[in-house]
């Protein structure tokens, strides 16, 4: 919930509520800059009433065009959609040339030379490290900056002007995964060198300033549980376009 603007909790929450008369609300799998998409997403409510109608129906006819209800799953009441969560990823998507069709789900940087391998070195760092203080905006609110990165890696389509960063891990510090991008950006375009940027892993300290990368190239794309292991549902253009390229 924000104040003074329109969060996709409060739509939910009032669409639920409307559906139950009561006040229903809900706990989400993580919270999400604005701009910022998620493909897969999980949250939870308790109502220990049952009904007979279809619930995804219903509130997908409720619902604006950009939020999307796919499946409704009964858990025992110890499940938590946010501090259950084992493993979280992220896919952020850059083009390098105007297109009007990607300008909402993809970030634009007309960088036509960035050297994508050394990109590439940089992201299979990231998974000889677990102290990310130095990527994260504000360090002193969090109680670790801990993170266990299971897998990160750099994809490009065969003409080298599409890029997907893909990261996996436990959990993800404030601003981290765009501020990533950033630094992995200045490397592909030469204002960074590989060096500094492993400097700031085995340093962990957080720089003055950061070039963060913009929001809308970011996708929460995939949530895991002890309990629930369901494959993302949406498959989007910029999945189903395009041919990826493991660097």
């Avoid at 897998?151 to 996996?168: M, V």
Wanted: proline share 6%; aromatic share 12%.
């Amino acid at each position: 919930m924000q104040k003074g603007v329109v969060s996709i909790q409060e739509v939910i929450e009032k669409n639920l509520s409307k559906v139950f008369k009561k006040p229903i609300y809900v706990v989400g799998c993580g919270r999400t800059d604005a701009e910022v998409h998620s493909s897969q997403y999980f949250l939870h409510f308790e109502n220990t009433e049952p009904w007979e109608f279809d619930l995804v129906f219903r509130l997908n006819k409720m619902l604006p065009p950009d939020i999307a209800v796919f499946d409704v799953i009964p858990v025992d009441s110890e499940a938590h959609a946010r501090f259950g969560a084992t493993k979280r990823t992220y896919d952020y998507y850059i083009h390098t040339y105007k297109d009007p069709f990607l300008r909402n789900i993809s970030t634009l940087y007309t960088e036509h030379k960035l050297d994508i391998p050394k990109m590439a070195e940089a992201v299979r760092m990231l998974e000889k490290y677990e102290d990310f203080k130095a990527f994260c905006i504000t360090p002193d609110a969090h109680s670790t900056t801990i993170c266990k990165i299971s897998s990160a890696a750099l994809f490009t389509n065969k003409e080298g002007d599409r890029i997907r960063f893909q990261i996996t891990s436990n959990r993800f510090l404030r601003g981290m995964i765009r501020i990533i991008v950033g630094k992995l950006l200045q490397i592909g375009s030469g204002e960074m060198k590989l060096e500094e940027f492993e400097e700031l892993l085995i340093t962990k300290i957080t720089p003055p300033k950061f070039d963060v990368a913009h929001p809308q190239g970011l996708f929460l794309s995939e949530i895991k549980y002890p309990f629930l292991d369901i494959p993302p549902r949406s498959s989007f253009a910029l999945h189903q376009n395009t041919d990826w390229i493991k660097i």
